[in-house]
């Protein structure tokens, strides 16, 4: 299993301004995600970030907003920049790790952050 | 992806047996059926995941036909901390990331 924490766990921001969220992981993963999940609604995906490489952007998300970085296997910031009201949403950090059991299916299995509560005034 | 459909909500009564089905007619040959917990202000959980047939652990049984098109998540006995929304995900590979949809929001009261 992974364990993953975030910083901060809520944060309440001013418009205009900008928030870098942090996600650590206790151990080496190759693959890490971002999602965002707006008030009462479900995950969806922000972007994909691979260590030593660019991020990859799901359509309606673009770097110059959430800028990422990814400078090791257990560590990566998402920055929600120029934030308005709307940005209001808690962000998750995410990554796939071996699950280590038996049995048939993939071995790996994906691990959720508890997440970053993002109000912006 | 194949898209998974699951009924929007739930109710039971505690230590009710709980069962959730998911359609996903178009599942693929290499796809997995796997199923996340959500509680309030949490990251998602792994409940579960399999191929086909039935599949049991310590928390939930999952049930799979043999055509795939379907599953369903069964929760023994519930309580009211089990209250949470459950998501039904199709998934093929460890380097894909997971698409939720909308899950199941699963009421437990006394």
Redesign the interface.
């Known amino acids: 299993s992974a364990v993953i924490s975030q910083k901060p766990s809520r944060d309440i921001c001013q418009r205009g301004t900008s928030l870098t969220i942090q996600c650590q992981v206790d151990s080496q993963v190759t693959m890490m995600f971002w999602y965002r999940q707006q008030p009462g609604q479900s995950l969806t995906l922000i972007a994909t970030a691979n260590q030593g490489s660019e991020a990859t952007y799901e359509s309606g998300f673009v770097i110059d907003k959430f800028p990422i970085s990814r400078p090791n296997l257990t560590f990566s910031t998402l920055t929600v920049s120029n934030m308005s009201p709307e940005d209001s949403s808690i962000y998750l950090c995410s990554v796939v790790s071996p699950k280590g059991g038996t049995g048939r299916g993939p071995q790996e299995t994906q691990y959720f952050g508890p997440g970053t509560r993002l109000l912006v005034l | 992806l194949a898209k998974t459909t699951q009924p929007i909500s739930m109710d039971s009564y505690e230590g009710q047996e709980v069962n959730i089905t998911c359609s996903h007619n178009n599942i693929a040959t290499n796809d ?1 059926i796997t199923w996340y917990q959500q509680f309030p ?6 409940i579960i ?3 086909k047939t039935k599949v049991t652990n310590e928390v939930a049984s999952l049930f799979i036909p043999a055509d795939r098109k379907s599953s369903t998540l069964s929760l023994p006995r519930v309580s009211l901390s089990d209250t949470a929304v459950y ?1 039904c995900l199709v ?5 894909t ?7 199941t929001r699963l009421s437990v009261i006394a």
């Open positions: 997995y202000s949490q990251g998602p959980r792994f995941q399999g191929y998501y998934r093929n590979s460890g380097n990331p997971l698409v939720f949809g909308k899950g």
